[in-house]
């Protein structure tokens, strides 16, 4: 395993520590109905260990450079990740495989998503600022 690959699944396990401890506090309203999800992205084939991803919390939205919109943009779909309007987008047919995966809950529900997408350009017409990770 690589140190990236070792350093994303430790936040991750962190961050769902942290909302677990958060929704064992008095104000689980408040922790229930948090919208949240993980997103990453893998770059090149299956074998590929070029993986980042960042936590995406809604409430209020932070997680990356694009939280705010990427958060929007869910809100309008009840958290679905299809149903994101498809940008008009003149990509090149450069085949760079960008696999983009999400999990997490967004209204009370759990939240699973993976597509690989022919490279970046054709992910960010299809999904928005969801996947929209700094490099």
Do not use: K
């Not at 999800?37 to 694009?66: E, I, K, M, N």
């Not at 919109?69 to 809100?75: F, K, S, V």
């Amino acid at each position: 395993m690589t140190n990236t690959t070792h350093a994303v699944r430790s936040g991750l396990f962190a961050a769902l520590a942290l909302l677990t401890v958060g929704a064992s506090a008095p104000d689980r309203t408040s922790a229930a109905h948090s919208d949240w999800l993980y997103v990453s992205l893998t770059r090149g084939d299956a074998r590929s260990f070029d993986t980042r991803g960042t936590l995406l919390l809604c409430d209020p939205p932070q997680g990356h450079g694009r939280a705010a919109q990427a958060c929007a943009q869910l809100r309008e779909t009840g958290g679905d990740i299809t149903r994101i309007p498809h940008e008009h987008a003149i990509c090149a047919q450069i085949y760079a495989p960008v696999r983009a995966t999400a999990q997490g809950r967004w209204n009370g529900r759990p939240i699973t998503y993976e597509q690989t997408f022919a490279n970046g350009c054709v992910m960010t017409a299809r999904t928005g600022a969801v996947f929209a990770l700094s490099d």
